[in-house]
């Protein structure tokens, strides 16, 4: 059994349904991500699992608690940092800190050796309203509140979302240090490019799993060959690539665009000719290997195809 | 040579109190392109944004954006521009035709150009059957479509796109920057804020802001030439982590 367990999990709001059937295992130590665009249910399933919504068929369980019956015990050894900023923007940066010590009955100085590597950094702004904090130093005093009391799960809910590139890889360098010491971290992110940092995924989109695995595992399960073109202008040689004989589907990743391709009909030395017998000069076609962000799309397209 | 330029600012300087958000900053944005506007949280992206759509004075500076001068014609600005970011857009409760109608209303369309507009934009985006649809139950992608569609309503030369693609599904965001190709095809400018790097890459030229001021300018291509990178990503650390570690708790 995992540190959590998730089985058969579904919530309904009135007609909508935020989780479909959702199950999952996350072992003790390690970071688990939940990858997924906005309404994809992420934030729901932290809720569910932090006990603070029913849901309305199956089980989940935290270090063995039930979230329904043993809610109390899950409480207490949970830290949750829900997706809106919530702390209290009025109180300074030390009262909030303090605030979240005193209502788990203890003091920032009993657990000051848990937090002190990332509140060191906001120790100099002490007195300063939260409010006033830039976004960076926001998600890091809402980590330090919820590591305040020593949890041994952490549930982080978008902890990087609208967080610029230099800062999240400063708070996944915080996480890696979390982790270190054996708490378990939940955590849920739309950016792709975070998911490679994750011990294990789950890719999730319109409240279902699509799959679960380690990004490299996710990543060789990926079905048809890939080629990574780079030229201009962008957009008309997308729209040629779409065309072209093999190409399964071709979508823009940065300067390059990726087309899925079936091996057995196409390959560089194809694309590269009718690419140039389409009148496209100074380009490049190499085979590459997929990303998470490529697999995420094949399965959200085979989904969505699959259900028409 | 001046109207090839459709954003032109020289030592824009916007201060709160003691706080200097931008700090005498100078560039343009020339007709046709797709300007990325990049920097870190509390940057000053968000305050230079607003004195460009007229919604805030320089503190110091001047400019024009599509010729209206930003500190004497902002109410000719705001007219002429187009405006959309991720977390507000449209109103969730209106249905489809009701939004259009409420925003070409506010950008001063009459009641004959809107009814063509409306049929207009939904026949381009395929969205016929969904007029009477509520804003709030369409999917995320066409949600999307329509509220670029809608910023552009009033058919500005320029339109500003704060965050358009936060938290937003990976095929939908390409089929959004692919719609952002188009507009910019019929020869509209494009000026967009994302914190996704990849996004930055498909930008004619970027700035990246740190504390106030244009650490940088330029194209990908060359930006990553200039610092030895393979990547936008890369290029945006180098340079936006040179700020100083105590400036950063300040701004929002």
Redesign the interface.
């Known amino acids: 059994m995992g540190i959590i367990d998730v089985n058969g999990i579904v919530k309904k709001y009135g007609e909508k349904t935020a989780l479909d059937n959702v199950s999952f295992s996350v072992e003790k130590g390690e970071i688990f991500g939940l990858i997924g665009p906005d309404g994809a249910g992420k934030t729901t399933l932290f809720r569910i699992l932090a006990t603070l919504l029913l849901p309305d068929a199956g089980k989940a369980s935290v270090e063995g608690h039930d979230t329904v019956t043993d809610f109390a015990a899950i409480r207490r050894s949970i830290g949750y940092m829900p997706g809106h900023f919530s702390l209290y923007q009025d109180l300074s940066v030390r009262e909030n800190l303090e605030f979240f010590a005193t209502i788990f009955g203890t003091t920032v100085e009993a657990n000051y050796d848990n937090i002190k590597e990332i509140y060191s950094q906001l120790e100099p702004f002490g007195d300063r309203r939260a409010g006033a904090l830039s976004g960076g130093m926001k998600q890091k005093l809402a980590l330090c509140c919820a590591l305040v009391h020593k949890p041994s799960v952490l549930f982080l809910d978008e902890p990087t979302t609208g967080v610029d590139a230099v800062s999240r890889k400063e708070f996944w360098n915080i996480l890696y240090r979390i982790r270190s010491g054996g708490v378990t971290i939940l955590v849920s992110t739309p950016y792709m490019d975070e998911a490679s940092l994750c011990d294990r995924i789950a890719l999730i989109q319109q409240g279902a799993i699509f799959e679960t695995g380690t990004p490299a595992g996710i990543v060789s399960e990926y079905p048809y060959g890939l080629l990574a073109v780079k030229g201009k202008p962008v957009y008309p040689l997308l729209q040629f690539l779409r065309t072209c004989d093999g190409v399964v589907n071709c979508f823009s990743f940065g300067s390059e665009c990726h087309a899925a391709i079936d091996s057995s009909v196409t390959g560089c030395s194809r694309l590269q000719r009718e690419l140039s017998g389409a009148g496209f000069r100074n380009f490049s076609v190499r085979e590459i290997t997929p990303g998470v962000e490529d697999c995420f799309l094949q399965l959200s397209i085979r989904k969505r195809d699959g259900m028409r | 040579m001046e109207c090839d330029k459709i954003i032109k600012v020289t030592g824009l300087t916007k201060r709160f109190g003691n706080f200097t958000a931008v700090d005498h900053i100078t560039f343009d944005v020339r007709k046709g392109e797709i300007f990325g506007f990049l ?5 000053g992206k968000t305050t230079a944004m607003k004195i460009l759509c007229g919604l805030s004075l320089p503190t110091e500076g001047s400019g024009t954006v599509d010729g209206y001068d930003i500190r004497t014609q902002q109410e000719l600005i705001k007219r002429n521009i187009g405006y959309m970011s991720q977390k507000f857009s449209l109103y969730p409760d209106l249905k489809v035709w009701e939004n259009i109608r409420l925003f070409g209303g506010i950008y001063g369309l009459g009641f004959k150009e809107i009814k063509q507009r409306t049929a207009e934009m939904l026949q381009s985006l395929g969205m016929e059957d969904l007029r009477n649809e509520p804003v709030g139950s369409l999917p ?1 992608g066409w949600k999307q479509k329509l509220a670029f569609s809608i910023a552009m309503v009033h058919k500005p030369p320029l339109v500003f796109l704060d ?1 358009p693609t ?7 965001r ?1 089929m959004f ?2 719609m952002i ?2 507009a910019v ?1 019929e020869g509209t400018t494009v000026f967009v804020t994302t ?4 996004e930055a ?2 930008c004619d030229r970027v700035s990246i802001m740190v504390d106030g001021v244009i650490a940088d300018l330029d194209a ?2 060359a930006l990553k030439d200039k610092y030895g990178v393979p ?3 890369s290029v ?2 180098t340079v ?2 040179r700020r100083p ?2 400036k ?5």
């Open positions: 920097g870190a949280n509390g940057a995320l965050e936060g938290g937003v599904d990976p095929e939908t390409r920057w692919e190709y188009r095809g914190h996704y790097m990849d890459e498909y990908p291509d990547d936008m990503d945006f650390r936006a982590a570690a105590g950063e708790a300040a701004g929002a």
